[in-house]
Nanobody
Framework: VQLQASGGGLVQAGGSLRLSCAAS????????MAWFRQGPGKEREFVAA????????YYADSVKGRFTISRDNARNTVYLRMNLLEPEDTAVYYC?????????????????????WGQGTQVTVSS
């Protein structure tokens, strides 16, 4: 599976962006897909996930209510709609996919559960 992330850019605080992650290869709509981010001087952190088995979504507390993850199975693409962006959201955003189905909810936020990673797309939010 190959993942291609896009959609990052520079935006003012309060603005919006939509990231896309296109999957190709041996994809499976039942694989979980997620977004992680890594800000300057910070560790990679979980942002949001779409759990393939039942379509449940999960969010980090810091983005809940502002970000929305969605998936278009026909296009093998996962999106991250980001509204009300804050300077603290500045980071490189990575999409990731598991290589198995049936991930349990307790592991959905663990980056070690994801085998495939995209190259990252930079999001910069100015104040």
């Amino acid at each position: 599976v190959q993942l291609q992330a896009s959609g990052g850019g520079l935006v003012q605080a309060g603005g919006s962006l939509r990231l896309s992650c296109a999957a190709s290869g041996r994809t499976n709509s039942r694989y979980a897909m997620a977004w992680f981010r890594q800000g300057p001087g910070k560790e990679r952190e979980f942002v949001a996930a779409w759990r393939g088995a039942n379509g449940n979504t999960y969010y980090a507390d810091s983005v809940k209510g502002r970000f929305t993850i969605s998936r278009d199975n026909a296009r093998n693409t996962v999106y991250l709609r980001m509204n009300l962006l804050e300077p603290e959201d500045t980071a490189v955003y990575y999409c990731a996919s598991t290589d198995y189905t049936g991930i349990i909810s307790g592991r959905i936020r663990d980056p070690n559960e994801y085998t495939y990673w995209g190259q990252g797309t930079q999001v910069t939010v100015s104040s």
